[in-house]
Nanobody, 125 residues
Framework: QVQLVESGGGLVQAGDSLRLSCAASGRAFSTYNMAWFRQAPEKEREFVASVRRSGGTIYYADSVKGRFTISRDNAKNTIYLQMDSLKPEDTAVYYC??????????????????WGQGTQVTVSS
């Protein structure tokens, strides 16, 4: 089992930056694949970015590619999402997710077994 706690959300203006953090506790963090998803009001939860347990494989949604950067620090049991050039359409609750699977789809919520409570990001125009 792993527990996930997100932080770093807030209200910013378009073009600003934010860095989200997700702190994990429980079993060895380095054995988990990690990801960020987001959910805007009245929309389905969508994939944002993921990083495999090794840290060597990273994926991004097309909508955030070139603006967001996911990273992990296994020594601190934490992953980060650096969000630059934020747009109003990035407004959503951002969730951290984890699994310990060896075969799965990074972009589907179905394959993640653990979720944080979410942190709100609001980008004003």
């Amino acid at each position: 089992q792993v527990q996930l706690v997100e932080s770093g959300g807030g209200l910013v203006q378009a073009g600003d930056s934010l860095r989200l953090s997700c702190a994990a506790s429980g079993r060895a963090f380095s054995t988990y694949n990690m990801a960020w998803f987001r959910q805007a009001p009245e929309k389905e939860r969508e994939f944002v970015a993921s990083v495999r347990r090794s840290g060597g494989t990273i994926y991004y949604a097309d909508s955030v590619k070139g603006r967001f950067t996911i990273s992990r620090d296994n020594a601190k049991n934490t992953i980060y999402l650096q969000m630059d050039s934020l747009k109003p359409e990035d407004t959503a609750v951002y969730y951290c997710a984890a699994n310990s699977r060896t075969v799965y789809s990074d972009t589907s919520t179905t394959w993640y077994d653990y979720w944080g409570q979410g942190t709100q990001v609001t980008v004003s125009s």
